[in-house]
């Protein structure tokens, strides 16, 4: 009996431990990745839109949608594959993240789904691919339907506000001088009058 | 046959001290997960803390909040939120801040300009086993949109909204006016961090 | 104990089998750049771009402009570039207008996060200018671009003659029911700029245009009306009540696509548009240059030639009571009356932005 027992438990090791997912492990270690440089997998509006309206002549870039198959069905970036964010590291999923022929491009439902899938693969190794901050409704609303690369807000983790400003401006500013900030711009980009300004159109 | 059985058994015993020993000879942080694991950690755990609860924990001087600005230095002498620990980033697993982040009694709280550093950190602490830790959703921009400067419903929205609405209007004037200054706040020192006990099992292998 | 022996050989090759697959191979994953082809045919490249991206000089809300009064009520909100000569600037601007000459806008909107702001406005003297600019930003991708209708001559009365005086009836008696027909279909120009990408492209496409003297005036129309194709932007029951002799009829909203009659337009020959007031025609106009036509804007619209006619018609004729305004204007170097650019102060009024606005009534019909 203990022999078959033996067998068994194994068995069921060698099983457990290999079975249907891919056999990757952390290339970086925790303290490592916390140090990673974050900015190097971010692809940028303009890149985005450069991809997307030349994609006819390559193939080379490959979209990944990270969101559920229900809604991936509802509508999609044309060509992209749908691997849902939680079976990256399924067998099947594995192969296209690893594949090195190709460059992914990653988006998902949300800024921090992208995030957590870039930093995934960043930990275990993988390099070749680009994450798409915001998520599809961006890709949708600013690249596909409408071009809008520039006015469309992209890099949520810049400070929108003046934090202190506002903080000394809400509800009665006690303690705290403001110190806006002295004009600048206007100097460079001044217009001259034209000598000649022939039938000006202004 | 027994030879086989001890052999085996011998094996495995080998091979487990071996993996043991391999993992706590680095002075690494030990991966309490595998990767295929994090990523069912990460969609199935609760990952976010909405402004309004904080601004709610905040308000009752909820002493149990640890928050941690993940933003650089520079942004974080501009402005930060009452009581924060500036923590950059890049150095959140340094050994100085580890009593900080590894803790079981207090709420840990990432943030930054928005969701992103948190996202990451957030990320990092599951892959170490640790728990109770938050991220802020949508940062301090979001907590100027919501907390700060709220947005009046409008009429036909349903009374939740209002009372939201009421809620935010109150911690405006809680946290405005030059009360949460990162400068004033710095000196503070979290309460005496608890250590977490460490976990007996890795947890099963997964790949 | 041949049983055994068969579990024995299971039992190693799981082992084997536990080993082998667990070793992972090591991956040699480089860091992705990104390089895309060399586009070689440019101007079929950009045409096309316009087709699939939403074709924004067809859209619904084209040509994106925005009245003062909605520019008063969010002032905030919205980043005001003020286009006009620096001596025009000093004599009274919008307060927090930010002095930018045409040549600079692109520069300067790379300098600032400009999604920051609800909408940029561009302000000129009449509205034409900040029309052809708006057009020029949109096409490369600045979503958020409008121009000010009838610019400073509506905001306030201290700059209404910039329209006033250019309204008459001078060539009132060059205008014909006869219908003319579109050119046959030809060939696009054909353009190449250093750009790589199609983002590239457009930009430089748009530095070389964006400050190009786009308008002509009824007067040099007529003088060599022969070396113009003329193209009348409004609906066509307009059309046939009166047109500019040789003038050809376009829609609007529809014609200027590849896929319908933008072919049709000669690539030898100088173009001008006419609508009502000219807001239409210099968007237009951009459009095409960008595209390597020759395209002017017809000024002041119909309003310039037969005003009258346009009174009668319901035309968008041009009423100074109607449009002029009294507001509140800054005069000086200073943006702002508080001495400091309103730009400067980072305000973000919504962090959704979405490239749609609000529908106007009967968009293809109306015509500024």
Known sequence: MKKYIIIYLVGILALTSCNSKESRSFVLTPKEAAKANSQTNIISPQLL??????????????????????????????????????????????????????????????TEQAIFAGFFLQQIGVKNYFIVLGNYDFIKDNIIDHYNVYSAHYNPEIAQYDYARIVAETAGARNYASSPKAAKPAATFKRKKKSAAGGGCD | MKKFD??????????????????????????????????????????????????????SDDPTLALIDLRSKTEYDKYSLTGATNIPLENVLDDEYVDIINQDIQTVVFYGNSSDLAAKAWMLTKRLGYQNSYILKGGLNRWVETILRPREPQETASRVEFERYSFRKAASSYFGGGSALGESTTTKRLSAPIKRKKKSAAGGGCD | MKHIKLFKGILLVFIAFAFSSCTETVLDSKQATINLPQITDQSDAIVNFFNNSGDYINGENSPYLIS?????????????????????????????AIN?????????????????????????????????????????????????KFGMSSWSKVFADRWQKNVGDKYANYITKE???????????????????????????????????????????IKNIDDYYIITYWSKANYDIAHLKE?????????????????????????????????????????????????????????????????????????ANEKVNDFDIVIGENPSKEKKAKANTIINPDLNFKHREVIQPDPSEVCD
């Not at chain 2, 694991?37 to 308000?59: F, G, H, N, W």
């Not at chain 3, 590239?200 to 400050?211: D, H, M, S």
């Not at chain 3, 007031?277 to 036509?293: C, D, E």
Request: hydrophobic share 40%.
């Open chain 1, 49 to 110: 839109g450069d991809i997307y309206y030349s994609r006819n002549n390559t193939t080379i870039y490959q979209f990944i949608d990270l969101r559920t198959p229900q809604v991936f069905e509802n509508g999609h970036v044309k060509n992209a594959i749908n691997i849902p964010f939680r079976t990256m590291t399924r067998n099947k999923s594995c192969r296209y993240f690893l594949n090195q022929d190709v460059i992914n491009i990653i988006y998902g439902e949300s």
């Open chain 3, 247 to 319: 003038a050809v009829w376009y829609q609007p909203k529809k014609s200027l696509n590849i896929n319908v009659d933008l072919s049709t337009i000669p690539t030898d020959k100088k173009v001008v548009i006419y609508c009502n007031t000219g807001h239409r025609g210099s968007s237009v106009a951009a459009y095409l240059r960008i595209l390597g036509y020759d395209a002017y804007n017809l000024r002041f619209g119909v309003n310039s030639f037969i005003h009258k006619e346009a009174l009668v018609n319901g035309w968008h004729a041009y009423i």
């Open chain 3, 100 to 148: 930018v000459d045409r040549e600079m806008i692109i520069d300067f909107l790379k300098s600032i996060n400009i999604y920051q702001y609800e909408k940029i406005i561009i302000i000129d003297n009449t509205g034409q200018g900040s029309a052809y600019v708006t057009s020029v930003l949109r096409a490369i991708g600045y979503g958020s671009a409008y121009g000010m």
């Open chain 2, 6 to 59: 001890v052999i085996y058994v011998g094996l495995l015993l080998v091979g487990a001290f071996w993996a043991f020993v391999i993992n706590s000879a680095n002075d690494e942080p030990i991966d309490r997960v595998q990767p295929c694991d994090l990523l069912d950690i990460v969609s199935q755990t609760d990952k976010y803390m909405t402004t309004d609860e904080l601004a709610r924990r905040l308000m």
């Open chain 3, 179 to 221: 219908e003319f027909a579109k050119a046959p279909k030809g060939k696009i120009p054909v353009f190449k700029t250093k750009g790589q990408s199609i983002s590239e492209i457009l930009e430089l496409r748009a530095k070389e245009v964006i400050n190009y003297n786009f308008s002509v005036t009824v007067d040099n129309l």
């Open chain 3, 68 to 96: 003062v009064d909605e520019v008063k009520e969010n002032i905030d909100k919205y980043l005001l570039i003020d286009t006009r000569y620096h001596e025009d600037y000093v004599l009274g601007h919008i307060d927090g």
